[in-house]
Structures are given as structure tokens and as C-alpha cells.
């Protein structure tokens, strides 16, 4: 594998150069191109269209380290967690959230995360590294192909909320979406995409440079930065004000939708005072919706679930502030595929 490069990191002209070298005809880059992107395949051997020869060839030109699924959990609300392996043996989450509308596929960026948000347990995993965007594609094939096989739909929708921060695997995320995205990949509209950040307000402005089309999620989790630093470091670097402002740049830039994502903890940032801090931030962007999310006790961390009753006091007020809220349900608990729980205990 050592020396050889991915076949998946050239373009279809190179593609179509390096065949015509090798005295192959031009329209063979675009099988070979379709079983690597458009009805993707995971070894060579798999290319049955293409003569033996040549797929020898390719083998003895190029590497292929696709990712591939290692354990599969299926949870009694028919969420599925999937466990990939990549070629060098790092793991790494996803997950299918499956409802009567919608079938979602929740995907990885990194492999571990450097953040450390203490509510979170992919926040105690060291970050190995970022994965490939060719790797990041391969998560969402492999979880659209469960989605066919286990509810007979394609994905309608995918959210960068998986274990890793996003923004700081910039290139891989834009281009894996650039290829999900394509006619030549899975052909999904971008409006139906959601990057989720914890704050990285230099990368969020860079998105509005880029001008691109998918949505971004901000995990806000508290509003004031005396208590968001308390469960999130990078707080300290991206402080609310220069979020609030990244986001408006990104929004004048992309007229994208923004939503916030807020996990209630119990005691901590529950309060109506607390709902009044984050009604005060929701004005101050173009943000089309809160998400109110339950929390997932996990091992590591000392937080709780405030009761039904707090949950319930906190969304009435925001509503009665005429805040558009939406309180998010976890799907996947029982087999630690909920938010915040991606740890690949397996």
C-alpha cells in the first residue's frame, strides 16, 4: 500500500490521462470513475465491467483503502449504529435515524476529537486524526446502502454530527460533500445537508467566502461564556460575541438556515434566566430554529437530565418569546447511538 496513490484522489481527467497511457481508451475513466463514486464498490475485483487486465493493473498502480463496516448495532426504535474500520485500523461511528419521513444519516469528520466538551463522550477520545474525504463518502454509501436494504429508501438527509469537530477537517468536509453532492456521487441536494460546529468562527466565516450551500448548526449548550467555558474549552478562543458575529457573516455571504442545537442539563443551564441569556443570543442571528435536545448520561461526565416538567417550562418559554423551538427526542440510547454518545464502545 506504501508508495501507491489513491485512486480516489484523481480527477476524472487524470484518470482518463493515465489510462490512455497505459493504452486504454478514454471512455473507461468513466466506468472506472462510476464504480468509485456513483455505485461505489470497495476493492477493484468489484469493477465487473472492466477486463481483468486492467483491474490488475489498477491494483498494482494505486491504493483503494475504502472504510468498511465492522459492527453493526441495531436499537429497538430502529436506529442502526455502524462501526467502520479504516485501512489502518482506526474506528470511527456513524449512524441511520430512521423515521416515516426521513431517513438520516449522522457521520463522523475526525477519528476521536481534540475538543474535549465534557458532556460528550467523544470528547474523551484523543483525536487520531481527520478522516480522508473519500472516507467521509464511504460512511455515507455504506449508510445509504443499509438504508435500502433495511427500509427500502435512499437517505433523504445527512448531519455532520457525528464524533469530531467539522470545521477543523475543513477541506475533507467540503470536498466529501462536494462528491455526495455531485451527479457523479450520491446526487443529494445540499439543502439537505447539516454541518454541526462547536464554534470555530474564523472556519464558520471561511464558509460564507466559500459560499456554501448546505446548513450549519451552531452547539451553543450555554449562554453566557462563563458557563459554556465551564462545559466547552473551546469557548475560550471562540467566545459567544465572535460567534454571534461569524454567524451573521456567514448567513449575509450564503442566506443558508442556521440553527442552534442546546443539550439541557439539569441545574446548569436549565433556568428561565438561562432561557432568557439564549433568547437574547437567538436575536442577534438569523436563525431559523433552537433545537432543544435531551441529554444522554454518558460514563465520563457528572450531568444530568432535568425533569419533564423543567424541559417543558423552558420550551413554553421560549414560545411565549416567539422563538421558533423544536425539542429533539434521542433516538438510539439503548445502544449508545444518541447524541453525545458516539464512543465506539461497540
Not at 9 to 20: M, V
Not at 111 to 122: D, H, N, Q, R, V
Not at 175 to 202: C, H, Y
Request: net charge positive.
Amino acid at each position: 500500500m506504501a508508495g501507491k496513490q489513491n485512486i480516489r484522489h484523481l480527477t476524472l481527467a487524470e484518470l482518463e490521462q493515465y489510462l490512455l497511457s497505459i493504452g486504454e481508451k478514454k471512455f473507461r475513466a468513466k466506468q472506472v470513475y462510476d464504480w468509485l463514486w456513483l455505485k461505489p464498490v470497495q476493492h477493484f475485483d468489484a469493477m465487473t465491467n472492466i477486463s481483468k487486465d486492467l483491474r490488475e493493473k489498477l491494483a498494482n498502480n494505486f491504493s483503494f483503502p475504502s472504510i468498511t463496516v465492522d459492527t453493526v448495532q441495531h436499537s429497538e426504535d430502529g436506529t442502526i449504529k455502524s462501526r467502520f474500520k479504516t485501512i489502518e485500523g482506526h474506528l470511527t461511528e456513524g449512524v441511520l435515524i430512521p423515521t416515516e419521513e426521513r431517513k438520516t444519516a449522522c457521520v463522523s469528520s475526525q477519528i476521536g476529537c481534540s475538543l474535549s466538551c465534557k458532556f460528550c463522550a467523544t470528547g474523551y477520545i484523543d483525536r487520531k486524526r481527520n478522516l480522508n474525504f473519500d472516507e467521509i463518502f464511504d460512511e455515507v454509501a455504506l449508510i445509504n446502502k443499509q438504508s435500502l436494504e433495511v427500509y427500502d429508501k435512499k437517505l433523504t438527509n445527512i448531519v455532520f454530527m457525528g464524533m469530531g469537530e467539522p470545521l477543523l477537517n475543513y477541506k475533507n468536509v467540503l470536498k466529501a460533500i462536494e462528491k455526495i453532492t455531485s451527479p457523479e456521487g450520491l446526487g443529494m441536494s445540499p439543502r439537505r445537508i447539516t454541518v454541526s460546529t462547536a464554534g470555530v468562527a474564523k472556519q464558520i466565516k471561511q464558509l460564507g467566502d466559500d459560499k456554501v450551500r448546505f446548513k450549519l448548526a451552531l452547539s451553543l449548550h450555554a449562554p453566557t461564556d462563563k458557563k459554556r467555558h465551564e462545559i466547552m474549552p473551546i469557548n475560550d478562543s471562540n467566545n459567544i460575541k465572535s460567534l454571534i458575529e461569524a454567524l451573521n457573516y456567514f448567513y449575509q455571504q450564503t442566506k443558508n438556515e442556521i440553527t442552534f442545537e442546546y443539550i439541557l442539563f439539569n441545574n446548569f443551564n436549565d433556568s428561565l434566566q438561562d432561557a432568557d441569556d439564549l433568547i437574547k443570543i437567538y436575536r442577534q442571528v438569523p436563525s431559523d430554529l433552537i433545537n432543544l435536545i435531551e441529554y444522554n448520561p454518558i460514563e465520563f461526565a457528572q450531568f444530568t437530565k432535568p425533569s419533564e416538567e423543567k424541559v417543558e417550562a423552558f420550551m413554553k418559554h421560549l414560545e411565549k418569546n416567539r422563538v421558533n423551538v423544536r425539542l429533539r427526542r434521542s433516538r438510539g440510547k439503548d445502544i449508545d447511538a444518541a447524541c453525545g454518545q458516539l464512543a465506539n464502545k461497540g
